[in-house]
């Protein structure tokens, strides 16, 4: 004898997320003067016009417990929508 169980509701298919689009409230990082001046001038010296700004990054540290910041150039095909743009400008 075989016994099968029969469902009065349709298999469900499971529902995809929607990726939602993040917008900071405000700027992730706040640079000091120091720093703003330090990567003006790290831009202003680059002889390829195609670098368009600086991504700066930030990893847990592969020997501690710290974050560790790093920054690299960056071109215009590099950036994402969840890519985040800091002025350089101080805007008052």
């Not at 002889?47 to 990893?59: A, C, E």
């Not at 690299?72 to 800091?86: I, P």
């Amino acid at each position: 004898t075989t016994i099968r169980n029969h469902s009065t509701k349709p298999a469900q298919k499971p529902k995809k997320r929607a990726k939602k689009k993040i917008i900071p409230r405000k700027a992730a990082i706040i640079l000091t003067p120091k720093a703003r001046s330090f990567f003006q001038s790290l831009l202003s010296g680059l002889s390829n016009p195609d670098i368009v700004g600086i991504m700066l990054d930030y990893k847990q540290s592969s020997s501690s417990p710290r974050m560790v910041f790093s920054f690299d150039f960056v071109k215009m095909d590099q950036l994402t929508e969840e890519d985040e743009g800091v002025s350089l400008e101080v805007l008052e």
